[in-house]
Structures are given as structure tokens and as C-alpha cells.
Nanobody, 122 residues
Framework: QVRLVASGGGLVQAGGSLSLSCISS????????VGWFRQAPGKEREFVAA????????EYVDSVKGRFTISRDNAKNTAYLQMNSLKPEDTGAYYC???????????????WGQGTQVTVSS
């Protein structure tokens, strides 16, 4: 079992940048594919980005392509989400997640961290 703790959220103006981190503990981090999801007020949680266990595969929701970059450092048991050119519609609680199966990760991951709030002002 893997435990995830997300951090790095905050308040930023539109056009700004934030970097989120997701630190893992428990089971071997490199066994897991890792992703980020977000949930805006009044909306369902949605997939944002995912990376495979070795950074070999990355997927993004269309709305963040070219602006967000997901990465991981297995030696530090940490995954990252670099968010640039932020827009007000990026506002929400961001959650990191993990699963041993990449296809499962992007739809219904087995493990979740707590959310970290990102607020983008216009």
C-alpha cells in the first residue's frame, strides 16, 4: 500500500505558475504509475495528468496540454506537476493518485492523497 501527500497549492494570478509535489511513503514508489486529478467547486473530479512508473509515458487532459508538465523522481519518492500559464478555470482542489495499472490510474486509481487547493485569480 502506498500513502500520498500532496502540497504546493496556493493563490496565483492568471498567467502565473505553481508547482505541486506528491510525496509517497509505504510501498515501493517505482511500482506505481502516478497521476493528478482536480475538482472545482460544484463539479466532478477530473483527470489532469499521469505519468508511468519510469516517466516513459505521460498523458494530459486537453485543457492543460502545453501548460502543465508531470514528472517524477523515484529516488525521492516524489511526483510533481508544474503548472504554467494558469487560468481561472484551473482553480480547484488538486489530488495526486497512484495505481499499478496505468489504464486504471487515469479512471479510478486505487490510492489517493489529500487535496491541495489551487486558486487562480483573474
Amino acid at each position: 500500500q502506498v500513502r500520498l501527500v500532496a502540497s504546493g497549492g496556493g493563490l496565483v494570478q492568471a498567467g502565473g505558475s505553481l508547482s505541486l509535489s506528491c510525496i509517497s511513503s509505504g510501498d515501493t514508489f517505482s511500482r506505481y504509475n502516478v497521476g493528478w486529478f482536480r475538482q472545482a467547486p460544484g463539479k466532478e473530479r477530473e483527470f489532469v495528468a499521469a505519468t508511468s512508473w519510469n516517466n516513459g509515458i505521460a498523458e494530459y487532459v486537453d485543457s492543460v496540454k502545453g501548460r502543465f508538465t508531470i514528472s517524477r523522481d523515484n529516488a525521492k519518492n516524489t511526483a510533481y506537476l508544474q503548472m504554467n500559464s494558469l487560468k481561472p478555470e484551473d482553480t480547484g482542489a488538486y489530488y495526486c493518485a497512484a495505481d499499478e495499472n496505468f489504464a486504471v490510474l487515469v479512471s479510478r486509481p486505487s490510492y489517493w492523497g489529500q487535496g491541495t487547493q489551487v486558486t487562480v485569480s483573474s
